[in-house]
């Protein structure tokens, strides 16, 4: 199997998750991509290979020595992001990219430029894989999805002495959902990596402490022409209510480490408004402070309005995985040997996101990530360099040994 002909076809399959929706997996077109992997790892000889209810695909290739080794797994995720259309991928294939802006969709006037974009500078001579511009592209994560695929027949059809390697393919990972019902056991693997990620030089083993929060605000409604004193309209209590936040810790100014508040949805009228925030913070001291800033400008809008105005919903999501992977550091250690004996440059770079491996991670089972060439996901100027997929193949076939 080819792996540019693989990518290629995996994107073309919508898989795009539902958040609205609550059945497993969000949405059924998942399944069409999810259906096709277990047919190719059976047609490899995977006999193992299944599907189960929940739309995570799992399996196994057995360890063919004696010597003790690690058993090691390989996850990447089914669907695509809800933030933009995955139906009706048209990619474009450009051979040697020779560092110049790109013509996505000439009739529409849609570039990729590289001073908007500077990452395209770095891919310079590798053949790269964009969209027609009225798309995202589903390198997220169809190019983790085709680099274990190549690396499975790779596997297969060498001479190469390893342990057990499992493999799963998760859905609804976009919606924060991938591992709900992952069953740990049936995986069974010492730790794991995740293929879900940017440049291939960078190693991830931190993400973000993550909730959402969802503010209610209760107004009241009266005829215009006699609302003195008497009106209170929810969506300027709501302007007031954002406003209490820190006005500098947003996603537009925030990088690196820095963790913000996401305004992601904001629907209501003069009565009643709701408001849907995420919270990120590496550091879960200032984590719990964010938290806390909710709390305090409910309760100050509370007290100026003299009744429960403003109703607030706090759910946890997932936790940065760093302290675990640290208190067992072999899938790093491992991972790290494997760029310095590759003479493959590599720097450790905090998610500013989540994945699978996060929380899997603290639910026992480390799994840091590692990138799969892709670039600028979630919208229509996201693409992927197949040079480093192909180069991620080699790093995980000398990983297993």
Do not use: W
Request: hydrophobic share 35%.
């Amino acid at each position: 199997m080819d792996i540019i002909e693989n990518f290629i076809d995996y994107v073309k399959i919508d898989t795009q998750s539902d958040e609205s929706s609550n059945t497993y997996p969000s949405t059924i077109k998942q399944l069409n991509l999810a259906k096709k992997l277990v047919e190719q790892l059976q047609n490899l000889g995977i006999s193992n290979a299944f599907l189960d209810k929940y739309g995570v695909v799992y399996a196994k290739i057995p360890a063919n020595t004696e010597e003790a080794k690690d058993k090691i797994g390989f996850i990447a995720h089914l669907d695509t992001s809800p933030d933009c259309t995955g139906a009706n991928v048209n990619p474009k294939i450009i051979e040697k990219y020779n560092g110049k802006n790109i013509i996505l969709n000439e009739k529409e006037n849609i570039v990729l430029d590289t001073k908007t974009f500077p990452s395209l500078l770095e891919n310079i001579g590798e053949t790269l894989v964009v969209t027609d511009g009225t798309t995202l592209l589903g390198a997220d994560d169809k190019a983790g999805i085709a680099i274990i695929m190549n690396f499975i027949e790779k596997v297969l059809n060498s001479n190469i002495k390893h342990g057990q390697i499992s493999i799963a393919f998760t859905p609804d990972e976009e919606i924060g959902r991938g591992t709900d019902n992952f069953n740990i056991k049936e995986f069974d693997s010492d730790y794991a990596f995740t293929l879900d990620g940017g440049s291939i030089h960078n190693i991830e083993y931190e993400n973000f402490n993550a909730a959402s929060a969802t503010i209610k605000i209760h107004g009241v409604n009266i005829h215009p022409g006699s609302a003195k004193d008497k009106m209170i309209n929810s969506i300027l209590v709501a302007e007031e209510f954002n406003d209490l936040l820190p006005n500098d810790m947003i996603p537009s100014k925030t990088e690196g480490y820095q963790g913000f508040n996401h305004l992601c949805n904001i629907n209501g009228n003069c009565e009643y408004t709701e408001m849907e925030y995420i919270i990120r913070n590496h550091s879960r001291a200032i984590f719990e402070k964010q938290k806390k800033d909710f709390e305090i400008a409910r309760n100050i809008l509370n007290h100026k309005y003299g009744y429960n105005i403003v109703e607030i919903s706090i759910k946890d999501s997932y936790e940065n995985m760093r302290t675990f992977i640290e208190k067992d550091p072999r899938s790093l250690n491992r991972i790290v040997n494997v760029y310095e004996k590759l003479k493959i440059s590599y720097t450790f770079s905090p998610i500013r996101g989540g994945t699978d491996g996060a929380r899997l991670t603290v639910m026992g089972l480390p799994t840091p990530n590692l990138g799969t060439g892709g670039f600028n996901y979630h919208g229509r100027y996201e693409y992927a360099s197949i040079t480093q997929m192909k180069k991620m193949v080699d790093i995980l076939l000398e990983l297993i040994q």
